[in-house]
Structure formats: C-alpha cells, structure tokens
C-alpha cells in the first residue's frame, strides 16, 4: 500500500521560508502530505500538473498575482479541493465576502496548530457539500452594468463645475459612452496585446461630437478619468461576482483601451479644431 497516496495531499503556498518550513513539518506529522511552493508562479504550475486535496495559501503573496491568483486556479482545475487562505490582517470585514467567493475559509495569522489541524480536516469532510460559486468575467458584469456605470459617470461629471458650464442635456452628456463601453466589453472578451493600434470609432465620433459642442481638451481629459474611475467603481461593487484568476489581465487591458480610446477622441477633436480654424 502507498502510505502517501493514502494521505491527503496539501499544496502549502507561502513566501516566508520560515513559515512554510515549520507549518510543512506540522502538517506532515499530523498525517498530511505536503507539497510547497514560494511564490504564485511555483503554486500554479504545482496546480496545473499535480493533484491536492487541500489549499492552504498566503494571501499577500509577492509577484504577479497574489492568493486570490492561486486559490482561482485550484477552483478552476479542481473545484473539489479545499481552498483555505491565511492572512496577517484581520480588519478585512469589508472585503470578506469577496475573499469568500473564492475560498471555503479565512485563516488569520498566527493561528493555532491544534485548531490549524481541526479546521483542514472538517473542511475535507464538508468538501462534496461546497455550493459552487458563480464567478463572472469582467466583461459579462461591465456589459450587464452598463447603464449603472454610466448613471454613476454622469452623477461624477455633474460635480465638475468647468464640464457643466456647457449647457448641455443629459443625453447630449452621455450620448458616445455606450458605444465607447461595448468597444470595451469587445476588447475584453477578444483580448489582443496591449498598445496594440486599433481605430475606435466612438472614440472618434466622440471626439468630433465634443467639439461641436464647445468643450476643451482638458475636459474630454477629465471626462475620460472619470469613465475609468466609474468602470472600476461598478466592479467594485460587484467583487464577489468577479473571476479573480482573470482580474489582473482585465485591470490592465481596461487601463490600455481607455487610454486609447481618449488619444483617438483627442486627436479628432485636435483635427477638428485645426479645420475650423483655416
């Protein structure tokens, strides 16, 4: 009989070398097998070609990504695994039931070994009774939130006093930031590299619009800061709705399309402007 195979296998994910030493050899002689890893690099190739029964991960982890990164890729490749996750912060009250979309249990540093031990082996009996949690891309909360997003853009702008100077409607406001958010979604859901040159045809439309309405670069600037501010405003709201094991490349692609979609609009307004006055 293999005695290993007989015990459960726990990936221990953590980057202070002391930590994942001394909780190794705790959990080996409390009849676990532990595998180690140092950084989230190491924990999701262990992920992808090893099985573990168990999860216990850092949450603040050093690198690209972090515990959410790691507990999101056990979720994805083996959904019947127990993720637990430790932390060095207890006030995390507002962002709990995010953490907990993602893992069965916060762990809080330092916590005792007897009740360490309890915890793992009543989460392994409970592991075939997990309701699975429903995770959304970005792109799916961004198009399902849309009208909410701009709702919240257009409460922001209505406190710049130098944008409301212009007297213009709602609609007129708001008219080009549909069409610039389902470019967005689009970018989202069909990735390419960041920087890459793509035409935005609501970024261009939306810069001939400004500028038929009288406004200045410094507020189509403005406006475009306060689009992402309320992009990442609707997502926060919806954490626990989101897929953390994609976030980081969502995050990063939102920033690089709304600072190409405001060059395109600031380059047709400049073009614009340029006309009208020859």
Known sequence: MNKVA?????????????????LSDVLKVNGFHVTTAASVGQALHLIDTEHFDVLLSDLHMPGAGDGFTVVSAMRHTNPSAVTLMFTGYPALTEAMDAILS????????????????????????KAGRRVPSNTERVATILERKMSTTIADWLVR????????????????????????LLELVHRLRVPRALGTKQVSRAAVEHGR?????????????????????????????????????????????????????????????????????N
């Open 157 to 180: 702008v209505e406190a710049e006093s130098e944008i409301m100077a212009l007297p213009l409607t709602s609609e007129q406001r708001t008219c080009y930031l549909s069409k610039l």
């Open 209 to 277: 619009i400004r500028h038929s309405q009288g406004y200045s670069l410094s507020m189509i600037i403005e406006e475009s800061r306060i689009l992402q501010v309320s992009i990442f405003d609707t997502l926060n709201k919806n954490l626990t709705s989101v897929d953390f094991s994609l976030l980081l490349g969502d995050v990063m692609t939102i920033a690089d399309e709304c600072d190409s979609q405001l060059k395109q609009a600031v380059v047709s307004f400049s073009a614009m402007a340029a006309g009208s006055s």
């Open 102 to 125: 993602q893992a069965d249990q916060i762990l809080v540093k330092p916590m005792a070994i007897p009740l360490l031990i309890d915890t793992i082996r009543e989460s392994l009996m």
């Open 6 to 22: 007989d015990r459960p296998q726990i990936l221990l994910a953590d980057d202070n070398d002391a930590v994942r030493a001394s």
